[in-house]
């Protein structure tokens, strides 16, 4: 019997010292389960992705030095963990088995993806032999995340002799990854007929978060473990030879409860690594910064989270109130800061400017400026991060206010259409009442002028969302969305404001990915461009 211990573990990107201390607790974990390996995820060593401190060589030699350290401290625990590789003046994504406090054997990662947030090509180079060692009688090979998506690495690795196939990843989250992953490993097993250890990480690295949700397949596909979602874990999965023994099996969670915990740990990841003491938001009393509220509060603590609501002459009464009850719900400290006198002083200074010109969008974006300020001002102040609360199909439609609800540290829903924003909040509900009901059923409004909602502008959510996605997501023409049964008006409006609102969306915060397109890294589109199709 064999016992390999998966590190679902949450390394930083650039602490080395610390991810060496991560692997090493991670394998005295799995010495005290009795493991006689121990699995970590890709790039373990570094925190993935590095980004351009790849094209560093003092990072590889820092990468080099703590590798060696990490193998002369593993006190008798094999392991397998990746980390990056200079040979010969060639960079290399690589994993390497440590055993007998040395490095025994190194894999180069053969398949270097360069779509979506992937970029590897820009950095490495590629490896083309497999590598395989035993241990207790049994054959293991290595592939890289990459690698198991493409057909010729397991293969090479079971014409080396291997009889189970280790795959450390950096695999990030998005929203149905999971059975992608499952379709991709099975493909594999049904070429080589290997068995199939998938390590991933979990943590948050910027925009993107990694779910872990590590699984061990059989020779015929069948899961025979699967770790939990958004958890740090070592688990013990045993092997009989080359057949993995059946052992425990996560609850699978909704897609509202996996979203959810990914833009929480996105929240804590990215003020933690950071090292900022806490977040402050802008309380509207509509459901995006309800939403974002009950986030960072179950991220982060209701004692690190402060909310301001900044009340214009616009200012509908039950905003106010559904405000200052969500707040005492949830226990975190709550300020009012009136906007009227600052907003009177500035279209006082601008009457000479706007003189004899109809009040228009120049006076609502203004509410929305001051707002920013106040906040970066106490963000500055207090040094709490400012925590946007604008959605994706804002975002997509230029529906936001550039150095106004846009300005701020981090856009915690940045990739939550509006009509998800709302099942999110209500599924933040079922778990306990947090967010005021008035708020979910109201019409969604900016209240910049009098009587305002979006729909005075906007088609409906639920109309604009799915074009959104079919454009986006999709890559659909105009022509092919109206095809889908959307009325030509509606699709034209919304992919022209897609276009002419590129530049917005480059001056916005970084924010969590939890769809396969994301208005981040993974969305390219030129500001400056005349094409229509």
């Known amino acids: 019997m064999i016992r390999i211990a998966i590190a ?34 890709e790039l373990a060593v570094t925190g993935y992705p590095p980004e351009d401190l790849l094209l560093r060589d003092g990072f590889y030699r820092a990468a080099d030095r703590a590798l060696h350290e990490l193998a002369g401290k593993l006190a008798g625990m094999p392991t397998v963990v990746g980390h990056p590789q200079l040979i010969d003046g060639r960079r290399y994504n690589a994993a390497s088995l440590l055993r007998d406090g040395r490095v025994e054997t190194t894999y180069l990662k053969h398949h270097l993806p360069n779509s979506e947030v992937f970029d590897e090509e820009r950095y490495f180079s590629a490896g083309n032999e497999p590598r395989v060692f035993e241990l207790k009688g049994t054959r293991f090979g290595i592939n890289i995340c990459e690698d198991v998506w493409q057909p010729s690495p397991a293969t090479r690795a079971r014409d080396a002799g291997a009889q189970v196939l280790l795959v450390p990843n ?13 379709d991709v490993v099975r493909a594999r097993i049904t070429e080589t007929g290997l068995p199939v250890v998938f390590c991933n990480m979990v943590g948050g690295q910027d925009e993107l978060v990694f779910d872990g949700a590590s699984f061990v397949m059989d020779g015929a596909g069948t899961i025979t473990t699967q770790l939990a979602k958004f958890e740090n874990a070592v688990a013990i999965v045993e092997f009989d030879g080359a057949k993995p023994v059946p052992g425990e ?60 609501m900044m009340p214009s002459q616009y200012t509908a009464d039950i905003s106010w109130l559904d405000s200052r009850d969500m707040v005492k719900r949830l226990g975190v400290r709550y300020d009012e800061i009136a906007i009227r006198p600052l907003y009177e002083a500035f279209i006082t200074s601008l009457a000479q400017e706007f003189r004899g010109r109809a009040a228009d969008t120049t006076e609502e974006n203004l509410q929305a400026r001051i707002r920013g300020t106040l906040l970066m001002a106490l963000s500055n102040k207090y040094g709490s991060i400012v925590l946007t609360t604008g959605n994706k199909s804002e975002m997509a439609v230029g529906y936001s206010t550039l150095y106004g609800d846009m300005a701020g540290g981090f856009a915690v829903i940045k990739d939550i259409a509006k009509t998800l924003v709302y099942r999110l909040a209500r599924y933040r509900n079922s778990v306990s009442e947090v967010i005021p009901e008035r708020i979910l059923t109201r019409a969604p409004s900016a209240e910049l002028r009098p009587d305002q909602t979006d729909q005075d502008s906007l088609p409906a959510y639920e109309v604009l969302d799915a074009i959104m ?65």
């Open 8 to 41: 679902q573990i949450n390394p930083v990107v650039g602490d080395m010292d610390g991810n060496v201390r991560l692997i090493l607790a991670a394998a005295g974990q799995a010495k005290q389960l009795g493991a006689d390996l121990l699995l970590a995820p």
């Open 170 to 182: 950096g695999s990030p989250y998005h929203l149905n990854k999971q059975g992608t992953r499952y």
């Open 249 to 308: 099996i996560a609850a699978p969670l909704s897609l509202e409860a996996e979203v959810y915990r990914a833009l929480c740990m996105g929240v804590k990841d990215y003020l933690g690594k950071n090292g900022f003491p806490g977040a402050i938001l802008g309380l509207s009393g509509g459901v995006d910064s309800a939403l974002t509220l009950a986030i960072a509060c179950d991220a982060l603590g209701a004692g690190q989270v402060r909310a301001l």
């Open 469 to 533: 996605e079919a454009y986006t997501e999709h890559n659909l023409s105009t022509a092919e969305i109206v095809a889908l049964g959307h009325e030509e008006s509606d699709v034209k409006k919304v992919v022209r404001l897609i276009r002419l609102n590129e530049y917005k969306r480059r001056q916005a915060p970084v924010g969590i990915r939890i769809t396969p397109r994301a208005f981040g890294r993974d969305w390219r589109y030129p500001i400056t461009s005349r094409y229509t199709d």
